[in-house]
């Protein structure tokens, strides 16, 4: 056997290896960092959008990192890994996808200076990060700086919407962040029972046209079709029926032939039907006191006819998702069967009505006592529709996320800016963060680890000053100068500040500035820095990369391949 040396000779052919410092490490390091750095500039309230064409060729023009890796086909394994990451901090926590890209590119780009001008091994790095990782962890829980008091009040919850909100760059913060707050609100549990507060009783109606200052919130539910009969609305409160299936009369599968002698045997041949159908409606409508019927399936014209003569609203759903959210908002329970529903089936709302939105016309059902509220959305474009959307989803899931943790950091880079300093000088005594259960001196090697973690929490404010058009030097070295006196730990970036106005701010007591309270969630934040550094010390754990042959036909021809 004259096989060539190394991995490769036990492979099929078409597979590749590489291992060493220079092909596998720096190699993830260099593709890790390159992601990074393309949602640098997307990262705070100045950032930047990009142009993304998917496979499909749908394009989304956006700032927020969930929607930008989830279009993206990133092939790099290393790369893939930190996208894994983004997305399980965006299902958790709803926000701080980009913190965990960035500082995992961070992160990276300061192991390569480590392993390249130190000569550093990569089990030092490790130990080191993950000594960072632990201490910084345990430095965050002393620095909390805000609780918000009542989830009930819409100005207590935009303390905490505002600043996420602002991050989104669509110009319209204080809209979106009132009509969140108005939907949270509404259907907040009490104080007993925040965590279960649901999400997915918060719904998003997009309607193309207008402008978004049209938008507006409801209490309930809106539906994108109109009433299927003659009775269009009803002011008063109503008792509601829904149906799982279609409104009308199942026939036999078997199949049969009528012979008909005469023209009065024709006339009474559906008379049967139509007298069961009349009887059922009669009986749901005396009986039962239904004012509205919504069905999840089709209704037919006998029925439909019925319903009219009786004054029943009749409704036809098409969506199984969105009929649940009707039952959860008006109280109902979806019935199989057909016939007049017990009391605890029936629905109660506070008016149904049909609106023309624009060009489109709408069923608007108002409920009483309700566990669903709708925002609904107006804009120019699909883009603008697309992006005030995904801002109200992050900020209710950080809502979510609050009422299980309702502690706060201050955000505008304050934070990093005191961890870094606390990091640097952890063994000190006039550190007033440090806990006991950590409160060691760092040893050996891992120390220079340590310091470029430390280093790396720095890209945040100076993202923050670049992204702004600030001197991001300057205003790095004042915020440091101002951390290091100890007595102003909540001294972040101001990045709406204009000519004449200071371009540090206080994140917690700064009214006199007019910006407002600017925060960020302890959960949210201890969650992104861990999944960053469990994802950097991965890849500096990977010393060979062993990719196999890949599977599958020909590659599809391109577009070029019939052009001389």
Known sequence: FQLRPGITNLLKDGSRAFSGL???????????????EMTQTSYGPNSMNKLIVNHLGKQFIT?????????????????????????????????????????AGELLRNAAKLLNDNGLHPSDIVAGY???????????????????????????????????????????????????????????????????????????????????????????????????????????????????????????????TVVLNNAQELLDFTRGEESLVENLIKDIKQTGKIDAIIAGGPISDIAQHFCNKYDILTLRITSKWELRRICRSIGAVAMVRLGVPLPEEIGKA???????????????????????????????????????????????????????????????????????????????SENKYQQNSVDVPVPGMEEYAVNMFAEALDVFPRLLAENSGLNSTDLLASLHAIHQQGSQPHKGI?????????????CISNNEQGVGLIVDHLGTLCSALKLATDSAVTILKIDEIIMAKPAGGPKPRSQNDDMD
Do not use: W
């Not at 101001?494 to 206080?506: L, Y």
């Open 350 to 428: 506070s008016s149904i009505r049909v609106e023309e939105i624009g060009s489109k016309k709408v069923t608007v059902i108002n409920a009483l006592n309700t566990k669903v509220s709708s925002v609904i959305l107006r804009g120019a474009t699909q883009g603008i529709l697309d992006e005030m959307e995904r801002a109200i989803a992050n900020s209710v899931s950080v809502v979510k996320s609050s009422t299980k943790d309702n502690r706060f950091v201050a955000g505008a880079g304050a934070t990093f800016v005191e961890l870094s300093k606390c990091l640097r000088a952890y063994d000190k």
């Open 22 to 36: 220079d092909e596998a490490v720096l190699r993830n390091i260099e593709a890790c960092v390159n992601l990074s």
């Open 494 to 506: 101001n990045v709406f500040c204009g000519s004449g106005t200071s371009p540090i701010i206080d």
């Open 63 to 103: 700032s927020d990192l969930s929607t930008i890796i989830e279009e993206l086909d990133i092939q790099h394994p290393a790369a893939n890994m930190v996208v894994m990451a983004c997305k399980r901090q965006a299902e958790e926590y709803g926000d701080a996808s980009n913190t965990v890209l960035i500082f």
């Open 130 to 256: 993950e000594i960072a990782l632990e201490r910084s962890l345990s430095l965050l829980n002393g620095m909390v700086a805000h609780r918000v008091a009542n989830f009930k009040n819409v100005s207590d919850l935009s303390g905490i919407v505002r600043p996420l909100v602002s991050t989104k760059n669509i110009g319209y913060s204080d809209l979106i962040t009132r009509l969140t707050c108005e939907a949270i609100t509404s259907i907040m549990p009490d104080e007993d029972k925040l965590k279960e507060f649901n999400i997915d009783n918060v719904r998003i109606v997009k309607l193309l046209g207008g402008s978004p200052m049209q938008s507006f919130t409801i209490n309930g539910m809106m539906v994108n079709r109109e009433p299927g009969g003659t009775i269009r609305k009803l002011e008063k409160v109503s008792n509601v029926m829904v149906l799982g299936c279609g409104l009308e009369m199942t026939g036999t599968e078997a199949k049969g």
